[in-house]
């Protein structure tokens, strides 16, 4: 549990470490910092400033306080102009989020899943904390204002059980293998083409990686992960049984299996197909084309590009 009391590259705030040093520890409080930091690209309900776009793919926290400052010279909690905010998603909330709580020593880490609470009979793909609290680790929303617009409470979440309100990528995949669910009712929403049961197979591997402190963008694509979500999944595919072990690993770690996390961490290492291995394919929905990303560097060259469209920086 202690790794997650400590930073990764990604958490890390580089020289912005103050900031996250004048935040509250408590939920309420640094889950409120954190929507007064970052607007949702998408699902905010604003009109937001094309020019601010690429801002979606900053990837790290040291970058997106980078950009935050660089607009509001101040403390994270002082109000900023909701079209001013980073533009993020719900990874970026849930990472700023645990990069609060980790600067404060607290053991928190962000899960990968689907969430039934923003569109009805639909689950969209969607990120939120987990922290320990001392006595058990705990699910919080960090993108969502708390209160009666929700059926439950956005800051200590209904844990896995049939019909909770988010369900992770495994538990998600492991009741599609058995016939419980219905594949092309997740993914990122339903009148979008990205979803069914190679999409529920890649966050399986992304949620492995973030529960390894790889806390990858959401569109960033490694190892076995599948390419083409419109291909037919043929059972005899080896990715499928590798799924299979793997959710089931992750099922069982959420459970208290200390051998299963282990496992889980003995074999990201190992695997070629399971880890990032310092390079991503990044799939920017800001519609550039595909860039081969260093993590290590954090430099990145074009794989594919949209005709006309000017390249820089992820």
Same mark, same amino acid.
């Given at each position: 549990?202690?790794?997650?009391?400590?930073?990764?590259?990604?958490?890390?705030?580089?020289?912005?470490?103050?900031?996250?040093?004048?935040? #509250?520890?408590?939920?309420?409080?640094?889950?409120?910092?954190?929507?007064?930091?970052?607007?949702?690209?998408?699902?905010?309900?604003?009109?937001?400033?094309?020019?601010?776009?690429?801002?979606?793919?900053?990837?790290?926290?040291?970058?997106?306080?980078?950009?935050?400052?660089?607009?509001?010279?101040?403390?994270?909690?002082?109000?900023?102009?909701?079209?001013?905010?980073?533009?993020?998603?719900?990874?970026?909330?849930?990472?700023?989020?645990?990069?609060?709580?980790?600067?404060?020593?607290?053991?928190?880490?962000?899960?990968?899943?689907?969430?039934?609470?923003?569109?009805?009979?639909?689950?969209?793909?969607?990120?939120?904390?987990?922290?320990?609290?001392?006595?058990?680790?705990?699910?919080?929303? $960090?993108?969502?204002? #708390?209160?009666? *617009?929700?059926?439950?409470?956005?800051?200590?979440?209904?844990?896995?059980?049939?019909?909770?309100?988010?369900?992770?990528?495994?538990?998600?995949?492991?009741?599609?293998?058995?016939?419980?669910?219905?594949?092309?009712?997740?993914?990122?929403?339903?009148?979008?083409?990205?979803?069914?049961?190679?999409?529920?197979?890649?966050?399986?591997?992304?949620?492995?990686?973030?529960?390894?402190?790889?806390?990858?963008?959401?569109?960033?694509?490694?190892?076995?992960? $599948?390419?083409?979500?419109?291909?037919?999944? $043929?059972?005899?595919?080896?990715?499928?049984?590798?799924?299979?072990?793997?959710?089931?690993?992750?099922?069982?770690?959420?459970?208290?299996?200390?051998?299963?996390?282990?496992?889980?961490?003995?074999?990201?290492?190992?695997?070629?197909?399971?880890?990032?291995?310092?390079?991503?394919?990044?799939?920017?929905?800001?519609?550039?084309?595909?860039?081969?990303?260093?993590?290590?560097?954090?430099?990145?060259? *074009?794989? $594919?590009?949209?005709?006309?469209?000017?390249?820089?920086?992820?």
């Amino acid at each position: 549990m202690n790794e997650y009391a400590r930073h990764s590259a990604y958490t890390d705030p580089g020289p912005f470490g103050a900031l996250l040093d004048a935040l #509250p520890s408590d939920i309420p409080g640094l889950t409120a910092a954190v929507r007064n930091t970052v607007i949702h690209y998408r699902h905010s309900g604003e009109t937001l400033p094309d020019e601010h776009f690429l801002e979606i793919n900053n990837r790290w926290v040291e970058r997106i306080l980078a950009t935050d400052q660089e607009r509001h010279p101040y403390a994270l909690a002082e109000p900023r102009e909701v079209t001013d905010r980073v533009l993020g998603c719900c990874r970026d909330y849930t990472l700023l989020t645990v990069a609060g709580l980790r600067q404060h020593g607290i053991p928190a880490r962000s899960r990968i899943g689907f969430a039934n609470y923003f569109r009805e009979n639909y689950h969209h793909d969607h990120v939120v904390v987990e922290y320990w609290n001392g006595d058990r680790w705990v699910w919080a929303d $960090s993108q969502l204002d #708390p209160g009666p *617009t929700w059926p439950f409470d956005v800051q200590d979440m209904p844990r896995p059980a049939t019909g909770a309100p988010f369900v992770t990528a495994a538990e998600v995949w492991t009741a599609f293998r058995k016939g419980e669910a219905d594949p092309w009712n997740y993914g990122i929403g339903p009148d979008q083409p990205v979803g069914g049961p190679w999409f529920i197979f890649d966050y399986v591997l992304i949620e492995l990686a973030h529960r390894q402190r790889e806390e990858i963008l959401l569109w960033d694509a490694f190892g076995a992960m $599948s390419g083409d979500f419109a291909d037919e999944m $043929s059972t005899e595919d080896p990715r499928v049984a590798l799924a299979d072990e793997i959710a089931a690993l992750l099922i069982a770690a959420d459970a208290g299996s200390e051998a299963a996390e282990s496992e889980l961490s003995e074999r990201f290492a190992a695997d070629d197909r399971l880890n990032p291995r310092g390079q991503v394919i990044c799939h920017t929905p800001d519609e550039r084309g595909m860039f081969a990303v260093d993590l290590t560097t954090r430099e990145l060259e *074009t794989v $594919s590009a949209f005709p006309g469209v000017a390249q820089s920086a992820a």
